[in-house]
């Protein structure tokens, strides 16, 4: 199961923190077909964000085909995304490239920056 956190000094809103988190969950092969998302009082017990806000996120994957709520039983993943599972051998390298960049005295934003300019250099926008 996913477990959600908020980053309320991120600007993006809550709701699609949710939505984003779970379709990493969803490219790493973290979720699965079949899987039930936390309902939204556990989402809420756990970051101490409005009910509705997660009922919006899961909407918004629902809309997607992502996940498909089923009454009663709680929200379920319908199909997954990507091929990347987070064991991969890419995974471990990415994984040991972050610790070397933690070690070498880089916080969160210039590691961010780092990536997402190699991600501007070999996947450029519009190229699919």
Known sequence: MVAYRIDRR??????????????QALRLGLLEPGDRL????????ATA???N????AYRELEREG???ARRGLGTFVRRTLGAAPASSPLGEDLDAWARAARAAGLD?????????????????KGDQ
Do not use: C, W
């Open 38 to 45: 936390p309902t939204a009082r556990e989402v809420v017990e």
């Open 53 to 56: 806000t997660v009922l919006k």
């Open 10 to 23: 991120s600007g993006v809103a809550t709701y699609v923190q949710i939505v984003q988190q779970t379709k």
């Open 108 to 124: 969160r934003e210039d590691v961010a920056a780092l990536f997402t300019a190699a991600l501007d250099t070999h996947f450029p």
């Open 49 to 51: 964000i409005n009910p």
């Open 66 to 68: 992502l996940v498909e």
